[in-house]
């Protein structure tokens, strides 16, 4: 697992300075100071790095969630975190990231992506909000689960579109509430 982790940190910051078009798999085990065979153990080929970047950021979400502080938010704390936690990790890599969405998206089709998974998370997440009350339920789950993660994509590709010009994180903030507003169960006391 450290060599796996070394090889994808590697891979981000190469991709991040000479971009992933011009970083070799040869640069990335010098890097790394690993073997070309042994790169191939850990992932069969430069594409699989886009892969492997996702599947940490999955993992950084799944470390959020562990924290006590996101365990005692409400259904909208804890989906404003994770959203967060996302774009945080996209922000440093923006154009990795777009990569990164395109090839999960395109391989989707064959393999559980690592943005389903969070997809996943967040339609446990929405359902549970809609069972306590807090979510209305007059939107299926799906339609819900698509609009949050349409707010990050939205986001990215804003960003991507201008040319790697970041806003920031309040952006993304800003379309969740919209979001929020509009599936939050009103109660008529």
Do not use: C
């Not at 891979?11 to 070799?24: I, V």
């Not at 929405?126 to 986001?155: A, F, K, N, P």
């Amino acid at each position: 697992m450290e060599t796996t982790a070394n090889i994808l940190k590697s891979a981000r910051r190469l991709f991040r300075d000479q971009g992933y078009e011009h970083t070799s798999i040869e640069e990335i085990t010098e890097m790394t100071d690993i073997a070309k065979s042994t790169f191939f153990k850990h992932f069969p080929n430069k594409e699989s790095l886009l892969l492997g970047i996702a599947e940490e950021e999955v993992g950084d979400v799944l470390e959020l969630l562990q924290d006590e502080k996101f365990q005692s938010e409400n259904t909208f704390g804890k989906i404003n975190k994770i959203m967060i936690r996302l774009l945080e990790d996209s922000i440093p890599y923006l154009e990795l990231t777009g990569r990164v969405l395109f090839t999960t998206m395109i391989n989707e089709a064959t393999t559980e992506s690592p943005f389903s998974k969070i997809r996943n998370l967040l339609g446990e997440i929405v359902q549970t909000g809609q069972e306590q009350g807090e979510i209305t339920d007059d939107y299926s789950l799906i339609d819900i689960v698509t609009l949050l993660m349409g707010s990050y994509y939205g986001v990215l590709f804003k960003w991507l579109e201008q040319g790697n010009t970041l806003g920031s994180v309040e952006e993304l903030e800003r379309g969740l509430q919209l979001v929020f507003h509009g599936i939050k169960v009103y109660k008529i006391t």
